[in-house]
């Protein structure tokens, strides 16, 4: 079992760039598929944003390609999601979240973290 916890989120304006991080304990993420998921006020949870366990392939959501981008250090056991060129739709709160890599569910997943674009 892993416990996932997210940090970095905050007020920023439009344009501008935040970092969230991702820190995992309890077993190693290199073992499982991480991404990251948003939901907005009012909206359904949507995803972001995907790194795999194996060939550490990524997969963005249309939404935020070319702005965002994933990664992971295995020897921090930290996911990040550096986030460029925000939009004010871009508010959410972000979650991280973990699956075994031959599951389609996500089944690890953290509290979240308020980003807020100002316009």
């Known amino acids: 079992q892993v416990q996932l916890v997210e940090s970095g989120g905050g007020l920023v304006q439009a344009g501008g760039s935040l970092r969230l991080s991702c820190a995992a304990s309890g077993r190693t993420l290199m073992t499982y598929t991480m991404g990251w998921f948003r939901q907005a006020p009012g909206k359904e949870r949507e995803f972001v944003a995907a790194?795999?366990?194996?060939?550490?392939?990524?997969y963005d959501a249309d939404s935020v390609k070319g702005r965002f981008t994933i990664s992971r250090d295995g020897a921090k056991n930290t996911m990040y999601l550096q986030m460029n060129s925000l939009k004010p739709e871009d508010t959410a709160v972000y979650y991280c979240?973990?699956?075994?890599?031959?599951?389609?569910?996500?089944?690890?997943w953290g509290q979240g973290t308020q980003v807020t674009v100002s316009s």
């Open positions: 790194i795999s366990s194996i060939g550490a392939r990524t």
């Open positions: 979240a973990a699956r075994d890599p031959f599951r389609a569910e996500y089944r690890y």
